[in-house]
């Protein structure tokens, strides 16, 4: 079965740090270029960042760009984003997903056909 | 404020014809394929369309999508309950380096 699974959120406080984590299973991981979307409470969906299949390529959001890093463990099948001097404003549930193109393709969105169930960040003092 | 424009409110009766509309510009819809997800209340969204056009395995062909310059289309033919959801559309943004945008989101009602 093929699966995403997020982890790692929690409350923080504004101006702190912390790693999400995206485990996949049931596809090959590196061929494919992988994605990080949010949602704030009762609002859209936000793209954040990509990396491509090899960790060569990655592109942010204005918003988060100097303040997140995503990056990929091909060995270990995993998705990460370290978010630091987190704002009030990063509180959303986080979503990793894969993309449909990587290893064959330009990098871009192809668009995203498999989502982990997302995982909760709370930046409040 | 959102890079791809969508209306924030759609709806229609079962059995009906409804479409969700998505303006962009050229740097965006114009020169980059546009995908549309349904999100389904307290779930993560899902893929229905991708290449402006294609619909994944498992997607019914109720629903279909078209793309014109910097606008592009959700139709969602004979309307089910089941279909009630938001919607959103993307794509990859050249400017600013490289960016993907979404929509909006539409709130779709079946009455």
């Known amino acids: 079965e093929v699966q995403l699974v997020e982890s790692g959120g929690v409350v923080v406080q504004p101006g702190g740090s912390l790693r999400l984590s995206c485990a996949a299973s049931?596809?090959?991981?590196?061929?494919?270029?992988m994605h990080w979307v949010r949602q704030a409470p009762g609002k859209g969906l936000e793209w954040v960042s990509l990396?491509?299949?090899?960790?060569?390529?990655?592109y942010y959001a204005d918003s988060v760009k100097g303040r997140f890093t995503i990056s990929r463990d091909n060995s270990k099948n995993s998705l990460y984003l370290q978010m630091n001097s987190l704002r009030t404003e990063d509180t959303a549930l986080y979503y990793c997903?894969?993309?449909?193109?990587?290893?064959?393709?330009?990098?871009?969105?192809?668009?995203?056909?498999?989502w982990g169930q997302g995982t909760t960040v709370t930046v409040s003092s | 404020q959102s890079v791809l424009t969508q209306p924030p409110s759609a709806s229609g009766t079962p059995g009906q014809r409804v479409t969700i509309s998505c303006s962009g510009s050229?740097?965006?819809?114009?020169?980059?394929?546009v995908n549309w997800y349904q999100q389904l209340p307290g779930t993560a969204p899902k893929l229905l369309i991708y290449?402006?056009?294609q619909r994944p395995s498992g997607v019914p062909d109720r629903f279909s999508g078209s793309k014109s310059g910097t606008s592009a289309s959700l139709a969602i033919s004979g309307l089910q309950s089941e279909d009630e959801a938001d919607y959103y559309c993307?794509?990859?943004?050249?400017?600013?380096?490289?960016?993907?945008?979404f929509g909006g989101g539409t709130k779709l009602t079946v009455l």
């Open positions: 997903a894969k993309d449909l193109g990587g290893i064959f393709g330009v990098v871009t969105l192809y668009g995203m056909d498999v």
């Open positions: 049931g596809f090959t991981f590196d061929d494919y270029t």
């Open positions: 990396i491509s299949w090899d960790g060569g390529s990655t």
């Open positions: 993307a794509a990859w943004d050249d400017s600013l380096n490289g960016r993907g945008v």
């Open positions: 290449s402006n056009n």
């Open positions: 050229s740097s965006n819809i114009g020169s980059n394929t």
